[in-house]
């Protein structure tokens, strides 16, 4: 199944899908404001992609981002490390999951998840301290 995008005017703007076709006169505008926070090449593509477009724009975009000093920066950044997975609990209740949730009608809950069974304990807290907590989960 092909999903071609249309073409369509709503309140003077053409739109290609969802997205508002930029004219020549204002694409370096748009290109300045896209810029502006200085995130790289690979955000602002993004960003652009959700709201606008023209012929050319990943270009436009990639040339803005090589001649930006912080957009270098961050294109150089160290990347966060991958997550690692928890070992699998051999027994229910060897691992568990503690947090709070809340406020719900003024209340807030120490929400206490067995890592192995995922099964939920749940209580209603007055205060929300480590010593309230630890007083909970003896």
Not at 103 to 126: C, G, N, R, T
Request: aromatic residues 8%; charged residues 20%.
């Amino acid at each position: 199944m092909s999903r071609r995008m249309e073409l369509s005017i709503q309140s003077s703007c053409l739109l290609w899908g969802r997205r508002v076709i930029i004219p020549p006169p204002l694409r370096s505008q748009m290109l300045e404001q896209l810029h502006s926070g200085h995130c790289g090449i690979v955000r602002m593509k993004e960003i652009a992609r959700s709201y606008f477009w023209w012929p050319g724009l990943d270009s436009a975009i990639e040339e803005k981002a090589k001649t930006c000093m912080s957009c270098q920066g961050v294109r150089n950044a160290h990347q966060w490390a991958p997550l690692h997975p928890q070992d699998w609990p051999e027994n229910p209740w060897q691992s568990i999951h503690v947090d709070f949730a809340g406020p719900l009608d003024e209340s807030m809950f120490l929400v206490v998840v067995d890592a192995h069974s995922k099964w939920p304990e749940v209580s209603i807290m007055q205060s929300t301290t480590a010593e309230s907590a630890i007083q909970k989960l003896l």
